[in-house]
């Protein structure tokens, strides 16, 4: 009988808003993606037989739980895999931000939004953490975000920063570890966002009109600097979570 993949579960709250090119590093490694879109209902299931959470961005706010009330059985699952059953956890922008709420951590509205491609630099922990092993002290990323982590919570280090969004990565504990920033893009990426009105209007504040087309053409430029921190970022949150791929 062949083993079974291990699984990771992924909370998403936007089709488009998917682990993009993570999915590929997935696959190499034998593990198998396992979608659960909360925003169109999907039940949020049992944590017990799958090897990690991921959790991903999306347009809302962690404070929106009337308008999403979804949130609030999502921040306690988060709470649950980090807290009580230790998963590896791994989250992206929103994700990151639930992570931290989920700990006891705060997030507001950003003084000013970050959208476009802007750097990041590593703080004194993320030089000495695992997960940025191997990067540059200095990188540039995909930022499209009007919130942000404003306290960490307790037990949590700041492993990246930027001038305008003081926590840009974060880890809890020896398995949990989130960015406010995107390395996962694909080449279509930055049209199925644009398309989200919430992500359009962000967008046209931030970089006026047309900006979705010359981001998209800044994205294409810097993808495959982009996909090698992705892998080098993927391969040190794997072995520092210790998980073993199947390949």
């Given amino acids: 009988m062949p083993l079974t993949a291990p699984r990771v579960l992924v909370f998403q709250h936007l089709a488009v808003?998917?682990?993009?090119?993570?999915?590929?590093?997935?696959?190499?490694?034998?593990?198998?993606?396992?979608?659960?879109?909360?925003?169109?209902?999907?039940?949020?299931?049992?944590?017990?037989?799958?090897?990690?959470?991921?959790?991903?961005?999306?347009?809302?706010?962690?404070w929106q739980v009337d308008a999403y009330p979804w949130l609030v059985p999502e921040m306690a699952a988060i709470r649950t895999?980090?807290?009580?059953?230790?998963?590896?956890?791994?989250?992206?922008?929103?994700?990151h931000q639930l992570l931290a709420a989920a700990l006891g951590g705060a997030v507001g509205l950003a003084r000013e939004p970050e959208v476009g491609i802007l750097p990041v630099r590593r703080t004194?922990?993320?030089?000495?953490?695992?997960?940025?092993?191997?990067?540059?002290?200095?990188?540039?990323?995909?930022q499209w975000h009007s919130a942000e982590v404003t306290q960490l919570p307790r037990g949590?280090?700041?492993?990246?920063?930027?001038?305008?969004?003081?926590?840009?990565?974060?880890?809890?504990?020896?398995?949990a570890f989130s960015m406010q920033f995107h390395v996962e893009i694909t080449p279509n990426t930055v049209s199925d966002w644009a398309a989200i009105p919430a992500y359009h209007l962000a967008l046209e504040h931030s970089l006026g009109v047309g900006g979705a087309g010359a981001l998209e053409r800044a994205s294409?430029?810097?993808?495959?600097?982009?996909?090698?921190?992705?892998?080098?970022i993927y391969e040190n949150w794997r072995s520092t979570c210790g998980l073993v791929p199947r390949r």
């Fill in 17 to 62: 808003e998917h682990p993009g090119v993570f999915r590929d590093f997935l696959a190499a490694d034998g593990f198998e993606y396992v979608p659960v879109e909360l925003d169109e209902g999907a039940p949020i299931p049992a944590l017990d037989g799958y090897a990690a959470l991921w959790v991903m961005g999306g347009p809302m706010d962690v």
């Fill in 81 to 95: 895999a980090v807290i009580d059953q230790n998963l590896p956890f791994l989250g992206f922008c929103l994700g």
């Fill in 124 to 142: 004194a922990a993320g030089d000495a953490s695992p997960y940025f092993t191997g990067t540059e002290a200095d990188f540039e990323v995909l």
């Fill in 156 to 175: 949590a280090a700041c492993l990246a920063s930027s001038p305008r969004c003081a926590v840009q990565a974060m880890s809890f504990g020896q398995r």
């Fill in 220 to 232: 294409q430029t810097h993808a495959g600097r982009f996909n090698a921190l992705a892998r080098q």
